[in-house]
């Protein structure tokens, strides 16, 4: 992007291949073309007003860049931008505007003035437009930055502005553009100021969770998860409402593709199919950001309404499936090749996951919408193509659990726990079993912290300075958990006891499991609970090699505590913790069905 002040007219070439869409619809439609601008500007803090509806009035202030006299004059040119060159750069554009097209035509249609200047001139400059008609070019003494005024619009368009609808419909237009464009811009400070009335003040935030505290409420996030995850070149970001709990002032779906607000088949579809929702139930509040390489996407398809065509539609999908279901269960952030498990037995779960889907080729796939999650995507996506996979969902209770009854069978020679459900045969493994159910415990509110054990002797642990410093900044997680743990000196850790559920394993080997997971590359330190959560899922995967339930009854308790967990079906990484074969696919396969 050019942030030099050269506004360059752009070929016309360029210009027919950009398609003419309407810029201006209603004055929110201003408010959103004159903040990108002002974004784009490089802006650090934004403040709209409007009056009647932004009917009378919308003005937006902004110290970004500002502009010189030249460049004014310029930019009220039609497809005079100084964004891109060349037909090549509409590939790859990373600025809000560039069709060069929206401040002439405001300013056509309205009674408009800009008044701009940059940093490194002593003076601005003003210049006004009437109806599109010149009125006006002076020197003017004003702040660093650009301010636009846009009266009475569609002055001279009487049918539009007919068309006009009430003043709330047309501030909860603008309310909307304002939230969009916040919320994608989080580090910018924006204000909005209706009929002089200042109805939002966004200071500069760190996050999108704190930015969305800020515009619905401290509370909004309670009812939610984060959304993390990735898949191929698609990143996902952003947090989804847990099926059942409340986001207090906040409904609605947004969602950007690399940035911009947008809307997409693709999109709406892979939230639908993957969100677990009963029939009549509202649609999850989303707030999803999608980034991809600017060359993968088309932004240009529908210039107004935002609608956006990627390349690869099914890779968008899947990534959302993913961040979705990771999100919902409660897993670490799902990455396309999850990182293998160092457990040697019973078989690391995805190996065992893959034995028993290879078994069971041969029939079909039925949707996410049809299934509770019980293998993520990411497992699906490596599985031999026709596979079944059928769980037990009680439509009437909203935690699903996974079966109404159960009969255990055995524990096999390989370790698999087998069972008999309802609906069919599940085989379970016991280790991710274990995994997720330490991992609750650690994370459980109203149980306390989880039971600690004393060590006879108190061990000290030398870590890596890196190390050391994340342990340091997780301590009262780590105490939550059921260490007792001081600081010992430089890198050095003192510990006096650890969770029961993990004695197992060296509180060394813990200690840089929880600093591994913290500096993990890429993990979002978003919401109020990230810490705690990477020390339950360290906890919970050291948890390996304790006695396994070989006897009926521990294997049955096993079961049981299985069952009642909030995410039974997979490990806190990801992988499954049971394989269904229903008895549909069994009567298929014996060519009874
Ligand atoms: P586009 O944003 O598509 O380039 P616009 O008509 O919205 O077209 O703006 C034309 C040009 O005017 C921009 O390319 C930019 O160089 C300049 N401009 C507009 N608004 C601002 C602003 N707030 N600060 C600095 N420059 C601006
Ligand atoms: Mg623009």
């Known amino acids: 992007m050019n942030r030099d002040g050269h506004i360059r007219v752009l070929p016309l070439h360029v210009a027919n291949k950009i398609a003419a869409g309407e810029v201006v619809e209603r004055p929110a439609s201003v408010v959103k073309e004159l ?67 929206a401040l002439p035509s405001i300013a056509s249609v309205s009674r408009f003035t800009l008044t701009t200047r940059r940093r490194d001139s002593d003076e601005g400059t003003e210049v006004a437009v009437n ?45 909307h553009v304002f939230t969009q464009t916040a919320l994608s811009h989080p580090s910018i400070g924006f204000s909005l100021w209706s ?25 909004c996030l309670d009812g939610a ?12 970001d952003g947090w989804i409402q847990l099926p059942g709990a409340s986001t207090a002032g906040w409904r609605d779906q947004y969602v950007f593709v690399n940035g911009r607000p947008a809307s997409s088949p693709s999109i709406a579809h892979a939230l639908r199919e993957t969100y677990p929702r009963k029939p009549g139930d509202a649609r999850p509040a989303v707030v999803m950001f999608i980034r991809l390489p600017p060359g993968k996407v088309d932004v240009n398809v529908h210039p107004a309404k935002r609608e956006v065509r990627f390349r690869d539609n099914a890779a968008v999908k899947e990534a959302i499936a993913l961040a979705v279901h990771a999100a919902l269960s409660g897993a670490a952030p799902v990455r396309n090749h999850p990182a293998s498990s160092g457990a040697s037995f019973p078989p690391a779960a995805d190996e065992a996951a893959d034995a028993v ?36 969902v009680d439509p009437s209770s909203t935690a699903s659990k996974p079966w109404k009854w159960f009969k255990f069978l055995s524990t096999t020679d390989s370790g698999y726990i087998l069972i008999e459900t309802d609906s069919g045969m599940v085989t379970i493994h016991p280790q991710a079993a274990r995994e997720r159910l330490a991992y609750e415990a650690v994370l459980a509110r109203d149980g306390g912290s989880v039971e600690s054990q004393e060590l006879l002797l108190p061990e000290t642990v030398r870590l890596s300075p890196a190390d050391a410093s994340c342990v340091a900044e997780a301590l009262p997680e780590l105490r939550k958990a059921g260490f007792a743990i001081d600081e010992f000196g430089r890198d050095v850790f003192k510990i006096d006891a650890v969770p029961s559920i993990a004695q197992a394993a060296s509180a060394a080997q813990i200690l840089s499991t929880v600093a591994r997971d913290l500096a993990e590359p890429g993990r979002r330190r978003a919401g109020s609970r990230w810490k705690e959560e990477a020390v339950a899922r360290s906890v919970a995967r050291s948890c390996a090699g304790m006695a396994l339930a070989a006897d009926e009854a521990g294997a049955t308790k096993l079961v049981e505590e299985l069952a009642s967990c909030r995410m039974p079906y997979v490990c806190p990484s990801g992988r499954p913790t049971m394989i269904f074969t229903s008895n549909a696919e069994l009567a298929r396969k014996f060519s009874r069905g």
């Open 35 to 101: 903040v990108e601008n002002s974004i784009d500007a490089g802006a650090a803090n934004i403040k709209i007003s409007v009056s009647g509806g932004g009917r009378k009035l919308v003005s937006v202030s902004d110290d970004g860049s500002g502009m010189t006299r030249d460049d004014a004059l310029l930019s009220l040119e039609r497809q005079a931008t100084s964004k891109i060159l060349d037909v090549g750069d509409i590939e790859n554009i990373d600025t809000l505007g560039f069709r060069g097209e």
């Open 131 to 175: 109806a599109g008609i010149l009125a006006g070019v002076r020197s003017a003494g004003c702040p660093p930055g650009t301010h636009v005024e846009v009266r009475d619009l569609f002055c001279n368009v009487p049918a539009r502005k007919k068309f006009l609808r009430a003043y709330s419909t047309e501030e909860s237009h603008i309310k």
């Open 195 to 219: 009929d002089g009335r200042e109805t939002y003040r966004l200071a500069p935030a760190d996050s999108s969770g704190e930015r969305m505290r800020g515009l619905f409420g401290e509370s």
């Open 225 to 236: 998860a984060r959304l993390s995850g990735e898949c191929g070149e698609v990143e996902i």
């Open 357 to 392: 889907f290879q078994g069971a080729a041969g029939s079909r796939l039925p949707s996410f919408a049809t299934t509770q999650l019980a293998v993520p995507p990411a497992r699906l996506q490596m599985l031999p193509s026709q596979t079944t996979i059928e769980f037990a």
